[in-house]
């Protein structure tokens, strides 16, 4: 380490190779233009090189890339949701987890840890029933257990909850894993800049051009860019770049804060979840407790930080776990959540011809990375949804279909 | 602790009131259907300064509150009837 240190501070030269190139000038004109760098959009750029064959590609950041939800999310992956268009396409996004690392040659921390939703009310018990239902319906592995079960995956949890939330089941989901969510930006980042895409950091989009009900092209904080398709992957800041093209659309910006104690030895085998305490809560590979809670209560467009939040969550950690008291918050954050009523995406070919949104992604959206990029890939290339996004179409609200899924989304709505 | 001005208690945490949403005009009760859709779902989600809905809980006083949603600074707040510029539709 000490020596790896002294290797960049004497070398004049950056002797690490880099993941991906530094453009420089913007082109004239692109095939397709990506607004934002995270992994959703960077996902969506490697499967349009690599499976449809359309390189000339601009993905382009205001920021830096990862440095947005794809970098304050809390990592959890499962598909154990509620709605049978919900299950189906979570569940290709955890089967495309499984060999992205060897896709990548890169290391992801995947890590399978198993997934528990606590269950402290009959109510609660009662939707866990069904969510398990669904899902084993749908061929995804998960299954109502006991308290006792709870105990044996992790002997620390004090059942009773302080006395005053006893757990009573849980719904267990054993494919729920974790992985690094860096690596996964960088990941596709590098396999699309192999394979010719441009990504443009520090590079704002100002304005879309739209003439006659099509996109013909988009302005930036570095000129301007004509190209026929945009894909719209920007989470929290999805209304601001709806509003350019005329888009009307449910969308509403919430923070979503989260925070990890210093680093310890690892104890905490499994993913739990408690939507009554409002808790996820995992151990990352490097000893940290990643967790997060329930959304912030009002609109919002910051990542500011709030110790309401920290003085919150703890007090239900330490329900959970007592002898967590002396463990210390190293670090809080928050992202911007961009909410739908539905608490589903909103996804696909939108009334503006060439103007593409992966959007709504809330607090659900790291985990439908790989997914994303392959059917917002599809749908881009073909000018067509693809059949696992059809349930997730910005016109649904008009239609009066909805795709709840607020059962098995999120914590503490 | 963020407070908040109630036009009826004062200044209050925040962690009293209850959030609801822009104030918004409801469309006539003959509109379409597309109207209708619209207005239950759409919002304006982009950043600025909005007038919203706050509710203060244990005095049961809906109010209007003036926020810049980007900064998260209230500018003013003021009772339903109450406003210089009359009532907000």
């Avoid at chain 1, 750029?45 to 440095?67: K, Q, T, W």
Wanted: net charge neutral; charged share 20%.
């Amino acid at each position: 380490m000490a020596y790896q240190l002294l290797r960049f501070a004497l070398s004049s030269r950056h002797p690490e190779p880099r993941m991906f190139r530094q453009p420089g000038r913007l082109r004239d004109t692109y095939d397709a233009v990506i607004i934002g760098a995270g992994g959703h959009g960077l996902a969506s750029a490697y499967y349009l090189a690599r499976d449809h064959g359309m390189r000339n590609i601009a993905v382009l950041e205001r920021g830096y890339l990862g440095g947005g939800n794809t970098g304050r999310n809390t990592t959890i992956i499962r598909s154990n949701y509620l709605t049978p268009e919900g299950v189906a396409f979570y569940d290709e996004s955890v089967r495309l987890w499984q060999d992205l690392a060897a896709d990548f040659d890169l290391n992801l921390f995947y890590s399978n840890r198993g997934h528990f939703t606590l269950a402290h009310t009959d109510s609660a018990v009662r939707t866990m029933r069904w969510r398990a239902e669904v899902n084993k319906h749908l061929g995804v592995n998960s299954e109502l257990v006991g308290p006792e079960d709870v105990k044996s995956a992790c002997p620390q949890i004090d059942l009773s909850c302080g006395g005053h939330a006893p757990i009573l089941g849980a719904l267990y989901h054993a494919p729920g894993a974790i992985a690094r969510h860096d690596a996964v930006a960088w990941g596709y980042g590098r396999g699309a800049d192999q394979r010719g895409v441009e990504i443009h950091q520090q590079t704002e989009v100002t304005g879309i051009d739209v003439e006659g009900g099509k996109v013909k092209g988009v302005n930036t904080s570095r000129g301007y860019i004509s190209t026929p398709k945009v894909l719209c992957a920007v989470a929290g800041f999805t209304p601001r770049v709806t509003h350019m093209v005329g888009l009307r659309t449910p969308i509403f910006i919430h923070p979503l804060q989260a925070m990890v104690t210093e680093p310890m030895k690892p104890w905490l085998d499994t993913i739990l979840v408690s939507g009554s305490l409002h808790i996820y809560v995992s151990q990352s590979a490097r000893g940290e407790l990643v967790m997060g809670a329930s959304l912030d209560p009002y609109e919002l467009h910051s990542t500011r930080s709030t110790l309401d939040f920290v003085e919150g969550l703890a007090a239900h950690m330490l329900d959970m776990f007592p002898f967590l008291s002396h463990a210390r918050i190293n670090r809080q954050w928050a992202g911007m959540a961009d909410m739908t009523p539905d608490f589903a995406p909103i996804m696909g070919k939108t009334p503006v011809e060439g103007f593409y949104l992966d959007a709504g992604w809330g607090t659900w959206g790291f985990k439908a990375t790989p997914v994303c990029g392959k059917t917002m890939s599809y749908t881009v290339a073909n000018d067509r949804n693809h059949p696992l996004i059809e349930g997730f179409g910005l016109a649904r609200f008009e239609n009066y279909q909805l795709t709840g899924e607020k059962g098995a989304a999120s914590v503490g709505h | 602790m963020k407070l908040l001005n109630c036009p009826v208690n004062g200044s209050r945490p925040v962690s009293e009131f209850a959030y609801g949403g822009e104030v918004r005009a409801m469309p006539p009760a003959d509109c379409t259907d597309p109207q209708w859709a619209d207005y239950v779902f759409h919002r304006s989600g982009i950043p600025g300064v909005k007038v919203e809905w706050w509710y203060h809980i244990a005095s049961g006083t809906w109010f209007y509150a003036e926020r810049d949603v980007s900064l998260d600074r209230i500018l003013r707040t003021w009772l339903p009837g109450e406003s210089p510029e009359g009532e907000i539709r």
